[in-house]
C-alpha cells in the first residue's frame, strides 16, 4: 500500500502562487504514474497534471497549461505542484493520486481518468480570491 499526504493548501489572491506538496510512504517503489487532481464543490474530480516515475514525461489539463507544473522528488518519495498566475476558477480540493500497476503513462487519456489510480491523499483546500 501507499499512504499519500498533500500540503501547501490555503487562501491566495487572484495572481498568486501556492506550492502543493504530495508525501508517499508506505511502498513507494510502486509509484509508476503520480497524478494531481482537483475538485470543486459541486462538480466531478477533474484531472490537472500527471507525471511518470523519472519525471520526463508530463502533461496538463488545458485549463492549467503554462501556469501550473508538476515535479517529483524520488529520492525523498514525493511530488510537487508549483501553481501560479492563480484564478478563481482554480478554487478547489486538490488531491494526489498514484498509478501502482502501469509502469508507464499510457497513450490517450487513461491516465487523465480517475480510475487510472490506486491510491489517493485525502486532499488540500485551495481557495483563490478575486
Known amino acids: 500500500q501507499v499512504q499519500l499526504v498533500e500540503s501547501g493548501g490555503g487562501l491566495v489572491q487572484a495572481g498568486g502562487s501556492l506550492r502543493l506538496s504530495c508525501a508517499a510512504s508506505?511502498?513507494?517503489?510502486?509509484?509508476?504514474?503520480v497524478g494531481w487532481f482537483r475538485q470543486a464543490p459541486g462538480k466531478e474530480r477533474e484531472f490537472v497534471a500527471h507525471?511518470?516515475?523519472?519525471?520526463?514525461?508530463?502533461a496538463y489539463a488545458d485549463s492549467v497549461k503554462g501556469r501550473l507544473t508538476i515535479s517529483r522528488d524520488n529520492a525523498k518519495n514525493a511530488v510537487y505542484l508549483q501553481m501560479n498566475s492563480l484564478k478563481p476558477e482554480d478554487t478547489a480540493v486538490y488531491y494526489c493520486?498514484?498509478?501502482?500497476?502501469?509502469?508507464?503513462?499510457?497513450?490517450?487519456?487513461?491516465?487523465?481518468?480517475?480510475?487510472?489510480?490506486?491510491?489517493w491523499g485525502q486532499g488540500t483546500q485551495v481557495t483563490v480570491s478575486s
Open positions: 507525471i511518470n516515475w523519472s519525471g520526463g514525461i508530463t
Open positions: 493520486a498514484v498509478d501502482t500497476k502501469a509502469k508507464t503513462i499510457f497513450s490517450g487519456s487513461y491516465h487523465r481518468k480517475v480510475a487510472a489510480y490506486d491510491y
Open positions: 508506505g511502498r513507494t517503489g510502486n509509484m509508476y504514474v
